[in-house]
């Protein structure tokens, strides 16, 4: 059995969100490596996040107030494979036993799917893109500004690419298309 090769991440939803940020800087002496009025990256380590915060009083307004634990709380935690292989062994593992993902998205920094256990907690199951580095850059720039949920894609037609033979560079290469859409069970809708 294919395992992951690390914890990647953990998003955590908010209606603290200034001072969720402020904690997780002070507490992890963390930096913010994107931030924008709904969602915040930040990092403490070699990883290009490690936090990641969603501000749902753009997000999912409406809701109660600060203390309201309705959406609050954990959004999901992300594990790393190695290689793309190793990302698609595993979804066909997990589809052969009944197991699919509700989202699959192409974030720019990473390929990802999204899984539920059977509570319904989210997991994320992703391959890097590129380098931390490349990662970096990429959530400095315009367009992960202008975009940064990312594009959906086709497990299936992605699996059939790679059964071709395509090379893990080609796969890995963020889809054109429009944003993402945050599917309901993400909670974040």
């Given at each position: 059995?294919?395992?992951?090769?690390?914890?990647?991440?953990?998003?955590?939803?908010?209606r603290?969100?200034?001072?969720?940020?402020?904690?997780?800087?002070?507490?992890?002496?963390?930096?913010?490596v994107?931030?924008d009025?709904?969602?915040?990256?930040?990092?403490?380590?070699?990883?290009?996040?490690?936090?990641?915060?969603?501000?749902?009083?753009?997000?999912?307004?409406?809701?109660?107030?600060?203390?309201?634990?309705?959406?609050?709380g954990?959004?999901?935690?992300?594990?790393?494979?190695?290689?793309?292989a190793?990302?698609?062994?595993?979804?066909?593992?997990?589809k052969?036993?009944?197991?699919?993902?509700?989202?699959?998205v192409?974030?720019?920094?990473?390929?990802?799917?999204?899984?539920?256990?059977?509570?319904?907690?989210?997991m994320?199951?992703?391959?890097?893109?590129?380098?931390?580095?490349?990662?970096?850059?990429?959530?400095?720039?315009?367009?992960f500004a202008?975009?940064?949920?990312?594009?959906?894609?086709?497990?299936?037609?992605?699996?059939?690419?790679?059964?071709?033979?395509?090379s893990?560079?080609?796969?890995?290469?963020?889809?054109?298309?429009?944003?993402?859409?945050?599917?309901?069970?993400?909670?974040?809708?």
């Open positions: 059995m294919v395992k992951p090769v690390k914890f990647a991440h953990v998003v955590y939803q908010t603290r969100y200034a001072e969720m940020i402020a904690w997780y800087e002070t507490v992890f002496e963390a930096t913010v994107h931030r009025p709904a969602l915040a990256f930040l990092t403490y380590d070699d990883e290009h996040h490690r936090i990641a915060i969603a501000n749902l009083d753009l997000l999912k307004p409406g809701g109660g107030g600060a203390d309201d634990r309705g959406a609050i954990v959004n999901h935690v992300a594990y790393t494979y190695a290689s793309v190793d990302l698609f062994d595993t979804y066909l593992r997990l052969k036993g009944g197991v699919t993902p509700y989202w699959p192409h974030h720019g920094t990473t390929l990802s799917m999204y899984y539920r256990d059977p509570d319904g907690n989210r994320e199951f992703q391959v890097d893109v590129g380098t931390v580095a490349d990662a970096m850059a990429f959530m400095a720039s315009d367009t202008a975009n940064p949920v990312g594009v959906d894609y086709d497990p299936e037609a992605l699996l059939a690419r790679w059964r071709q033979g395509e893990e560079a080609q796969l890995l290469k963020r889809p054109d298309g429009p944003p993402a859409a945050i599917p309901v069970e993400h909670g974040m809708t």
